[in-house]
């Protein structure tokens, strides 16, 4: 099996990379997710060999990875054929620093040996313009600058530079240092600099990881997936982003290459309400204030924003890089922000919902952010009824999708809801029967007696793996005779092996061959919602096993093999894990 997407992922809120098994960085956009990416041979560079970042050891034989616990810093081990060993340690600073995170564009990798007498070469070669471009380097006493479109980076060293400008393989002998960023002076001894950044960093991660309300089962995996939801959050907006490539396609040469370094309000609300159920409150305060200011003004939201407030990501292709394992087209920015998807108003108050009721949080809802709430609820009695693209983003078609439907009535349920507590009355009064007249359509129109199951859109008979979270949003009960009948339904119709397809009718490209690992954990869910939990935990445990070795999970995965496809680390993937985890643990009192 090709496992190209045994990848790990360093980062702080302000940048990422992917590390791949040898300790290449293979993938990072800078200075920010949505940038150029400096280092793109994820994506197969056409005209230059480079876009990496590596450390070769001669007579390579073996290689190991793993996270130091409870941290996104990245150990890799490298073993030679004498009994040499070599080890990289990478990440990237974040820690408080003057009342505030600290989280600079800069990734910083030591280098070391552990054991023998390991020779290594270090190649570092960024690219500009997606692979077109060999960006001009100056060379200082200690630091090599590489010129790019609007800004330098900078590589500060202790290695002698003849050996890295030249690509010299030499002895390693003694502990090297590498602290790639912007063009800014070190000053002070670099190993020093290193190490005091790195300690701090460990200590922010594991003082974040001490606070979260973990399940007493798969701590390590719910802590993997944690933080990598918020190495997905941009710290200078708290938009998050859907993943941190694009074009990694769903599954082999089938044209479903889409960019996905941007913030989907849907998806967004998934992550911010698995971490609320963490404990993990701050990045619902950071992701309101993002969606707030989006909203200001606007009569209607578009699916998905730029993590800068970008309000149009226009779509094209790049001819310069290959796409990854050669399978292309590459795109630049999506255009779903054109499309119509009415899941939006839902998913925005949701996102907000738990504000007006959590007493931890130091600036708590209030009426002032329930009227900045309200247009949401006003849009989604509106557009109920009204056809769309819906959740799966079809760009050929439109329909009244009963997924997005439920999130326009959760909209003003939970508008309802604030309201009340609130104790404004008549704002309740108001929503109330809203929420209740579109709940009774959707069960009318929406629910198939031949399919006995809800179904894709109104008046349909398509089947759709959403519907299998119409008793977590609370639209139905989990013992409701029509949502009992629709998780088997879906279940006998979906499933596919361990896996589940989001759907399988054919859509603009064809029929889907691969599982959207998100509905797989919605039908675990679902499962142990309706009380098949001994089979929940059978196929739970299954997804675990079929994550990297690093425990991060992509978007996608081949019902049969188990290969991973699509954008990676996958957000979506990552907060199904969390959820169901969480449903499916024995509880704390059990065992302690």
Known sequence: MNRSLDLGVIGNGGCAALVDGRGRIVWSCLPAFDGDPVFCALLQPVHHDGGYFAVELEDLVDSRQRYEGNTAVLVTELHDAHGGIVEITDFCPRFKQYGRVY????????????????????????????????????????????????????????????????????VLDRELHLMLGPDETIAQNLGAFYRDHLAQTRDYWHEWVRFLAIPVEWQDAVIRAAITLKLCQYEGSGGIVAAMTTSIPEHADSGRNWDYRYCWLRDATFVVRALNRLGATRSMEEYIRYVVNLAAGRDALAPLYGIHYETELHERTVETLAGYRGMGPVRVGNDAWRQVQHDAYGSVVLAASQSFFDHRLRARGDATMYARLRPMGEAAARFWNVPDAG???????????????????????????????????????????????????????????????????????????????????????????????????IGR?????????????????????????????????????????????????????????????????????????????QTYSQVGLINAAMRLSRRWEDVV
């Open 103 to 170: 989280h600079p564009v800069a990734i910083g990798r030591r280098v070391r040996p552990l054991a023998g007498s390991p020779r290594v070469r270090i190649r570092l070669r960024p690219l500009a313009d997606w692979g077109g471009r060999v960006p001009e380097r100056t060379v200082g006493s200690n630091h090599v600058r590489f010129l790019l479109d609007g800004w330098t980076l900078r590589l500060s060293t202790d290695l002698q530079l003849p050996l890295l400008l030249g690509e010299h393989p030499f």
């Open 391 to 489: 959740l799966w983003e079809y760009r050929g078609r439109a329909r009244v999708h009963t997924y997005s439907s439920v999130m326009c009535w959760a909209a003003c349920d939970r508008l309802a809801r604030i309201a009340g507590h609130l104790g404004l009355q008549d704002e309740a009064a108001h929503w109330r029967p809203q929420a209740a007249s579109i709940r009774e359509a959707i069960l009318q129109r929406a629910w198939s007696e031949r399919r006995r199951s809800f179904v894709e859109a109104a008046e349909d008979d398509r089947l759709d793996a959403s519907a299998l979270l119409f008793a977590d949003l609370g639209f139905v009960a989990a013992d409701d005779p029509r949502f009992v009948a629709t998780v088997d339904t």
């Open 493 to 569: 119709a979906l499933r596919r092996g361990s896996t589940l397809l989001r759907y399988d009718e054919a859509d603009d490209f064809g029929t889907p061959a691969t599982a959207f690992n998100v509905c797989t954990f919605w039908y675990i869910d679902a499962l142990a919602a309706v009380g098949r939990e001994d089979e929940a935990r059978e196929l739970f445990e299954g997804m675990l096993a079929r994550r990297n070795p690093l425990g991060l999970l992509s978007e996608d995965i081949e019902p049969e093999t188990g290969e991973p496809w699509g954008n990676f680390p």
